[in-house]
């Protein structure tokens, strides 16, 4: 029953996103974040990936043990079994899923949610542009791809310091505690095609260890927008590239305009795939590399079971006011032309 009252509640929260906004995420979620944050992020280990271990580990004994009464008294095994789900779900949205009923970044930034084909070319070449003098800056050789001269935890640790520039525009978006870490499920993540997850129980952003430690500082940005309140993808990939090009360090300045940059030729190939032909010859060609360096860590885990996970995922989204589910590049990319409308890269 209690289940059936909180799908109910769902269904009609939609229709508030200003009353989730102004009560939940701007006002609970803002304490309950940073309490989780404080209480688990100074530990050097995943307390969420521990509890998720555990848990697992109890599930089976559980199961071993009750064997006999799952065959002879089903029905209560089944209400024990609706019970817990019913109370991990209520936890799974007041600890950080109501994020997903917020309102539209898009308003609350006021910024327009379209754009025209010209202004995705103007804002793409001013991406290329910005992207090929970094390149060339750090790899000095323009056929070169970027190494990051930092460690995996060196960069978690740079990850506060360009929320910190952008929370002098949006205070909102100050991050502080830090809170992220390596899964230790790193390679079960890859094989399901995931860079990283945040742990709503615990408010701990969890980075896929495996990947390229070039994708490190964008993707780690991305999970502290998570852990900030924003639930959607899309938005948390933008306010993630802002973070990392608003960081003083080059090496992650470089790293969220090219991630930026990926998606405009993305989007620019859906729209004019002969203007996409022409504008990719003017991209370095060790950024390229870079881009190339991550669709080959990603085929080399290729299997069949990637895509069972990520349509998954996808449909969690769509099931949870994400309209769009995983694939919202056109969303990502109105963002960020409608953002830098008014200002220089």
Known sequence: MFFGIQLLLLSQLK????FVEQFYSNGLYVFISKL?????????????DLFYTLA???????????????????????????????????????????NYYRQPLYKSLNLEADYTTEQLVSF????????????????????????????????FDKVKDGYRALSEIYPHLEYHPKSIKKSIYSLPLTYMGFSG??????????????????KFPTTACHEAAHQLGYAAENEANF??????????DVYFKYSGYTFALRYCLAELFKRDPELYDAVILTVNTGILKNYQEVREFW?????PI??????????????NNQSAGMKSYSYVVALLVNYYENQAL
């Open 15 to 18: 229709h508030y996103p200003e």
């Open 36 to 48: 989780m944050r404080y209480a688990f992020g100074w530990l050097p280990f995943s307390v969420g």
């Open 56 to 98: 697992g580990i109890y599930l089976i004994r559980w199961l071993i043990v009750n064997r006999k009464r799952i065959i002879k008294d089903t029905v209560n095994w089944l209400l024990d079994i609706g019970a817990t789900l019913s109370i991990a779900y209520f936890a799974f949205h007041i600890l950080w899923a109501f």
């Open 124 to 155: 793409t070449e001013q991406l290329i542009q910005k992207s090929n003098i970094l390149q060339l800056q750090l790899a000095k050789n323009d056929t070169l791809k970027v190494e990051m001269p930092y460690t995996k935890s060196e960069i």
């Open 197 to 214: 997850y945040l742990n709503p129980f615990t408010n701990e952003a969890q980075v896929n260890g495996l990947i390229s430690t070039y």
């Open 239 to 248: 306010i993630g590239s802002l973070a990392a090009i608003h960081n003083n």
């Open 299 to 303: 085929d080399a885990y290729e299997n």
């Open 306 to 319: 990637e895509p069972i996970f990520e349509k998954t995922f996808d449909n969690f989204l769509k099931a």
